[in-house]
C-alpha cells in the first residue's frame, strides 16, 4: 500500500517512536495527524509536518473517534501507528514487603493495552468505510508492544502484562479486519532511545547497550519508524508481531 496521499493517524506522535513515525510518514506523503496530550508539543509538530493535531487521551473513546475522523478530514484514513505508552517500575512487594498499589497496575495496563485497542477500534471503524485500493487493501493498523511482553525484568509485571496483551491481540484482530482488507501488525522494541532512556547517565545508556548482541547499542527511533514504513508497503505481512530488538533477551534485572 502506498504511503502518499494516505491519512495517517500516530498516537504519542509527539515524542520518542511516535515523533520518529509521524516525521517519517509525512516524508513519504502521508497526511498525518498526530494524538497526544494537550500539554504536549502535538500541535506545533502538526505544523511543521503540515499535518492536524488532534488533543486527548487514548483511553477515552470520544478522543480516539474525534482523531479517526481528524486524521479522514484531508486524505483517506489509511495508516494507524500506536505509540503511546508508559513504562513506569511497579513491583508486585515493595521492600517493605507490602502489597503493589493496584491502581498502578491498572494505570499502566489501560493507557498501554486499552489505549492500544480503543485507537486501533475507532479508527477500523473509519477505515473499513474508505473505498479500497486497486489491490483490495483499504488501511493498515500497527501496534507497539515490547520485548518485555516475552522477557519482562523484575519490575515489569504490569508492562509486561500490557504489552503482552498488545502482542496476543495481533492476530485475533488481523483475521477479524481481513474481511474489510485492513491489516494489522505489531512492532516490539528492544532498548530504544526514548527520551526516557535519553535521560539516563551516558554511563547507565551505554551499559544497556552492550547488553545487545549486535549491534551493541540503543535502538534508534528512525529505525522503529523505517520499519512501520516497510509494515505499510509490504502486503503480505499481516497479524505479526516483529521483535526490532538486536536479538537481546532480557536478563532478569
Given amino acids: 500500500m502506498q504511503i502518499q496521499g494516505s491519512g495517517a493517524l500516530v498516537t504519542g506522535g509527539a515524542s520518542g517512536l511516535g515523533l520518529a513515525t509521524a516525521r517519517a510518514l509525512a516524508a513519504e506523503g502521508a497526511v498525518v495527524t498526530i494524538l497526544d496530550l494537550p500539554s504536549s508539543s502535538g500541535a506545533e509538530i502538526a505544523e511543521d509536518l503540515g499535518g492536524a493535531f488532534s488533543p486527548g ?5 470520544e478522543d480516539a473517534a474525534a482523531a479517526a475522523r481528524v486524521a479522514q478530514e484531508s486524505a483517506p484514513l489509511r495508516i494507524v501507528v500506536n505509540c503511546a505508552g508508559i513504562a513506569p517500575p511497579a513491583k508486585v512487594l515493595d521492600r517493605e514487603g507490602n502489597p503493589a498499589v493496584l491502581a498502578d497496575f491498572e494505570r499502566i ?3 498501554n493495552l486499552v489505549g492500544t485497542f480503543n485507537v486501533l477500534s475507532q479508527a477500523a471503524a473509519v477505515i473499513a468505510k ?3 485500493t486497486e489491490s483490495g487493501d483499504r488501511g493498515v493498523i500497527v501496534n507497539t508492544a515490547s520485548v518485555a511482553a516475552f522477557d519482562g525484568q523484575i519490575g515489569q509485571p504490569a508492562y509486561s502484562a500490557s504489552k503482552g496483551g498488545v502482542h496476543a491481540m495481533t492476530l485475533p484482530v488481523a483475521r477479524e479486519l481481513a474481511r474489510y482488507g485492513i ?9 530504544m532511545e526514548t527520551p526516557m532512556l535519553m535521560g539516563l547517565p551516558q554511563e547507565a545508556q551505554d551499559s544497556l547497550g552492550t547488553q545487545v548482541p549486535y549491534p551493541s547499542r540503543l535502538g534508534r527511533p528512525d529505525e522503529y519508524a523505517s520499519l512501520v514504513r516497510q509494515i505499510v508497503e509490504n502486503g503480505y505481512l499481516n497479524g505479526e508481531t516483529i521483535r526490532l530488538d538486536g536479538a537481546i533477551r532480557m536478563a532478569p534485572k
Fill in 57 to 61: 487521551d487514548v483511553t477515552n473513546a
Fill in 109 to 111: 495496563v489501560r493507557i
Fill in 183 to 191: 491489516r494489522v501488525c505489531t512492532i516490539a522494541p528492544g532498548i
Fill in 130 to 132: 474508505n473505498d479500497p
